[in-house]
């Protein structure tokens, strides 16, 4: 990990960045590693007895705070509905966090994963990753790791 410079973290929800790599995270950032994450939905409307949107948001931002990670990237596709959604579109909004951030590496959801919504946003992470190949007119850096995490 010594030549990681940035790191994209991109997540269905808000708290599965800190489920899944939270303590990774945290000993990366504290060595000077950049790590940024993409929140596909915020949306809270399916979440049982969960907090408010702008709830899930404050504390995703405190989160990240904690961690010594970059301020959040937060996308609002529906909630537990990704699937629904035209692929093309999660794509593009990753691919724009790709353009933003020039990662070095990704972090995402395994595509086995037992939540629709993580399955959706692993194999699209996958489909987006191939940005720096298909577009070397960007000047980004290759992506030399894609790792999965378990919720």
Same mark, same amino acid.
Do not use: W
């Given at each position: 990990? +010594?030549?990681?410079?940035?790191?994209?973290?991109?997540?269905?929800?808000?708290?599965?960045?800190?489920?899944?790599?939270?303590?990774?995270? =945290?000993?990366?950032? =504290?060595?000077?590693?950049?790590?940024?994450?993409?929140? !596909?939905?915020?949306?809270? +409307?399916?979440?049982?007895?969960?907090?408010?949107?702008?709830?899930?948001?404050?504390?995703?931002?405190?989160?990240?705070?904690?961690?010594?990670?970059?301020?959040?990237?937060?996308?609002?596709?529906?909630?537990? =509905?990704?699937?629904?959604?035209? =692929?093309?579109?999660?794509?593009?909004?990753?691919?724009?966090?790709?353009?933003? %951030?020039?990662?070095?590496? !990704?972090?995402?959801?395994?595509?086995?994963?037992?939540? %629709?919504?993580?399955?959706?946003?692993?194999?699209?992470?996958?489909?987006?990753?191939?940005?720096?190949?298909?577009?070397?007119?960007?000047?980004?850096?290759? !992506?030399? +790791?894609?790792?999965?995490?378990?919720?």
């Amino acid at each position: 990990m +010594n030549n990681m410079k940035n790191i994209l973290c991109v997540v269905a929800h808000p708290d599965d960045e800190v489920l899944g790599f939270g303590a990774a995270a =945290s000993s990366l950032t =504290s060595i000077g590693v950049n790590i940024t994450t993409l929140f !596909i939905s915020t949306q809270a +409307n399916k979440r049982h007895l969960g907090e408010s949107e702008n709830e899930l948001m404050r504390s995703a931002k405190e989160i990240s705070n904690l961690l010594q990670m970059n301020e959040p990237i937060f996308e609002n596709f529906p909630n537990l =509905s990704l699937h629904n959604v035209d =692929s093309y579109l999660i794509v593009e909004a990753i691919e724009n966090a790709i353009k933003k %951030i020039g990662p070095d590496m !990704i972090v995402t959801h395994h595509p086995s994963d037992l939540n %629709i919504d993580h399955q959706v946003v692993a194999n699209l992470t996958l489909a987006a990753s191939r940005l720096p190949m298909r577009r070397p007119d960007l000047s980004l850096p290759r !992506i030399k +790791n894609i790792i999965f995490m378990e919720i």
